[in-house]
């Protein structure tokens, strides 16, 4: 019983967690200064989102890269998969009411979630690349300055 109970809350809490990843990982708001998840609560790391509008502020892009670039991430993020997210959901929640826990079936399930979360990362760095690419080598050069601080911005913390 115990151990039922044990592997219950573990599965609750990878289920919980994805829960919580899905919301930013749809697009956390921006307010200018840094970002606010969707229910307005102030995220820390300010301006350091690559696909954040603070990292391409003072580039200088001309309308034509603005317009390349918001083509690039609405094709990002029409790939995420809502509905297979749904049905991952689903199937999570299955197992945790289930009369009796699973093993196979959480660990196939954990998988596919990380595979899932892999597939996002992949679109996601790889629409990076594209906007990167789209920039001159001056506005290249700025990035990658600002790219530099915030990563040691997140060392110092």
Do not use: W
């Amino acid at each position: 019983m115990k151990v039922f109970i044990l592997k219950s809350l573990v599965l609750a809490g990878v289920t919980g967690g994805a829960l919580l990843v899905s919301p930013v990982m749809a697009g956390p708001h921006h307010d200018g200064e840094g970002y606010q998840h969707k229910h307005g609560h102030q995220m820390q790391r300010k301006g350091c989102n690559f696909m954040g509008h603070g990292m391409f502020r003072g580039l200088n892009l001309t309308d034509e890269q603005k317009t390349q670039i918001k083509t690039i991430v609405k094709a990002q993020k029409g790939t995420n998969n809502q509905g297979a997210h749904a049905a991952h959901h689903q199937q999570m929640q299955a197992l945790i009411t289930a009369p009796q826990f699973d093993e196979a079936t959480a660990y196939t399930l954990i998988e596919k979630q990380q595979e899932m979360h892999q597939q996002m990362k992949l679109k996601k760095l790889e629409s990076q690349n594209k906007i990167y690419n789209l920039l001159t080598a001056e506005q290249q050069q700025k990035l990658q300055q600002r790219m530099e601080k915030c990563a040691n911005q997140g060392k110092k913390n």
